[in-house]
């Protein structure tokens, strides 16, 4: 390994400038030369390339966002461009590829790896916590955080005017950041992306809480799949049940800011074992956090979306909040 180039890929997670940091300067510390690639996998094939040194990832630990920036890039999903993307590292010489990114540009990694032997590593960057075989990925700390603490402002509201909110969290497909934003704020229901809403357990458990004296009711929603689906729970919850509420979504600012202190230590140890494995020859592989330390998986352990949370966890839900 003479040189070696990295990307960020899909959706950007607090932490994303911390793996970068890591992987610029523990390749530098190694005697590697490091390629940053701006804008993901549609950089890698306009070779928006950036040879990047020391001080070009100085001062960024705290920064949210990625440096580098990121993308999503139809073209890679066809072998073509995948061709394409092999031949361009090629070209440069590039002997391997470090991928901070989501499952999807996971599953990228790997094709490159299936078709044309490219070494490559992930890197779970993603505030969705959903790449399988990892506890944790850079960025879901952060963004939880994030929303947590815009619950506890509202609850503040609620409880002021004896109102339920429904509150909408990121998650298309995953129902990690609801899950912990429930628990995390005491919410009386939580309504994850693979569920059909159930309205008559949603207003039976918050009648329940009025008649016993609660003063505030939050809903939290995942997004989902289908857009606008808080907006027809708050209108169902209105037309059929009578129980009117407030709808706040908090959308992407769960992805900016500056990442938390676990987020930061993950991808900088994330950063760094990336490096250190491709040096090793060990590829494709993914970087993973679990048991409490930071270590490597087969990449293709890491392919596939966590899958839903376990019944333990939403048994603790309907405990905690009777
Ligand atoms: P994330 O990595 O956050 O899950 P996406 O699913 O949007 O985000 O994937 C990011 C990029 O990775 C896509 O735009 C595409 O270029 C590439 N990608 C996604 N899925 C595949 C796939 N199955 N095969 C090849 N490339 C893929």
């Known amino acids: 390994m003479k040189k070696i180039a990295l990307l960020c890929s899909g959706g950007d997670s607090p932490g994303m400038n911390c793996a970068v940091r890591a992987i610029v300067r523990t390749a530098i510390g190694k005697n590697l030369e490091p390629i940053g690639i701006r804008r993901g996998y549609a950089g890698l094939l306009e070779e928006n390339f950036w040879p990047m040194e020391i001080s070009s990832v100085g001062n960024i630990l705290q920064q949210g966002g990625t440096i580098l920036q990121s993308s999503r890039c139809p073209e890679f999903k066809e072998k073509a461009g995948r061709k394409k993307a092999a031949d361009i590292l090629k070209k440069h010489s590039i002997d391997g590829l470090v991928v901070i990114g989501?499952?999807?540009?996971?599953?990228?990694?790997?094709?490159?790896?299936?078709?044309?032997?490219?070494?490559?590593?992930?890197?779970?960057?993603?505030i969705d916590n959903d790449i399988d075989n990892t506890d944790y990925t850079i960025g879901f700390d952060t963004a939880v955080q994030t929303a947590v603490e815009a619950v506890d402002k509202i609850r503040d509201t609620a409880s002021s005017h004896e109102r339920t909110f429904i509150i909408e969290v990121m998650g298309r497909n995953s129902s990690a950041i609801a899950m912990h934003v429930g628990i995390c704020t005491g919410a009386e229901n939580i309504v994850f992306p693979a569920d059909e809403v159930d309205y008559e357990q949603i207003v039976g458990d918050i009648k329940r809480g009025v008649a016993r004296g609660k003063n505030?009711?939050?809903?939290?929603?995942?997004?989902?799949?289908?857009?606008?689906?808080?907006?027809?729970?708050?209108?169902?919850?209105?037309?059929?049940?009578?129980?009117?509420?407030?709808?706040?979504?908090?959308?992407?600012?769960?992805?900016?800011?500056?990442p938390s202190a676990i987020d930061r230590f993950l991808a900088s140890s994330m950063g760094y074992q990336s490096v250190l494995?491709?040096?090793?020859?060990?590829?494709?592989?993914?970087?993973?956090?679990?048991?409490?330390?930071?270590?490597?998986?087969?990449?293709s352990d890491c392919l596939k979306n966590k899958g839903e949370y376990l019944p333990h966890y939403i048994d603790l839900v309907k405990a905690l909040s009777i």
Do not use: M
């Not at 540009?105 to 070494?119: R, T, V, Y």
């Not at 027809?232 to 049940?241: D, W």
């Open 102 to 126: 989501g499952d999807g540009s996971f599953n990228g990694a790997w094709a490159l790896w299936e078709e044309h032997k490219i070494p490559v590593i992930g890197v779970p960057g993603t």
């Open 216 to 258: 505030s009711s939050i809903i939290i929603c995942a997004e989902g799949k289908i857009s606008g689906r808080s907006y027809e729970l708050q209108s169902t919850l209105s037309k059929k049940y009578g129980l009117d509420s407030r709808l706040c979504i908090l959308g992407h600012v769960q992805r900016g800011g500056s």
């Open 277 to 299: 494995s491709l040096i090793e020859g060990n590829y494709p592989l993914a970087t993973v956090f679990n048991e409490g330390v930071v270590t490597t998986r087969p990449l």
